[in-house]
């Protein structure tokens, strides 16, 4: 998880109907995000065959929302990256999400305390890379950390011509290792325009690998 700080305005031009752009000590962030989906179930019951494992790359911002006297905290995705047309198409589908499909790998090792991952995936005919490196125990992150900012938001929003659609997610807290080495490498303005692709050929605020865990993405509803 790549974070870096951004300006407001920028985001506010994506803000789904209803949220608004959600801040960590006055400051606004876009995370670069890559993963690994691993025995994946439609409707948490059903797995589709040959779309269980894969990866996934995705640019996301956070925003919240007033519910009566709750406040629910969330994340747009700017746009999600697979390998897998299958996974595009029914995300697409079901959640309206902005997924593509391009050609991806990784690689995700262990030596003793030190763990490296990293995620490529291939635009324009060439590999853009986020390669990561971290020393040292996992940890529950801080109390009111920007790492508990990152990985505690549990609600998606999409926007739609009438309003938005959102939907729940639901984990345990992951614990994280802090990066000790991270860069991001390619031209991303063709995913997602020179405005954001500028931003993320800057050094990240802060980077972390996220332990991850069993994750439940909930139906959506419309919001109007």
């Avoid at 299958?86 to 690689?107: I, T």
Wanted: proline letters at 6%.
């Amino acid at each position: 998880m790549l974070n870096y700080e951004v300006d407001a305005d920028i985001l506010r031009r994506r803000v789904p109907h209803g949220t608004e752009v959600d801040s960590f000590r006055g400051k606004t962030f876009v995370s670069l995000v890559a993963f690994e989906f691993l025995h994946t179930k439609l409707l948490g019951v059903l797995p589709v065959p040959f779309l269980t494992d894969f990866q996934e790359v995705n640019l996301r911002f956070y925003v919240r929302r007033r519910e009566g006297n709750e406040v629910r905290r969330g994340v747009v995705f700017i746009r999600e990256v697979v390998p897998k047309r299958g996974v595009a198409h029914v995300a697409r589908l079901m959640y309206g999400e902005n997924y593509c499909c391009r050609p991806m790998r990784h690689n995700i090792s262990a030596n003793g305390a030190r763990r490296t991952a990293e995620y490529q995936w291939k635009l324009d005919g060439n590999w853009c890379t986020l390669h990561a490196e971290s020393a040292g125990d996992a940890a529950m992150p801080k109390e009111d950390s920007l790492e508990e900012f990152v990985t505690e938001h549990y609600w998606g929003y999409v926007s739609r011509p009438s309003g938005c659609l959102e939907y729940r997610v639901s984990h345990e807290p992951w614990r994280v290792w802090v990066c000790t080495t991270v860069s991001f490498e390619g031209n991303s303005d063709t995913l997602y325009g020179p405005e954001l692709g500028g931003i993320l050929r800057r050094p990240p605020s802060s980077a972390f690998i996220a332990e991850g865990s069993p994750v439940l993405v909930f139906a959506g509803r419309r919001i109007p």
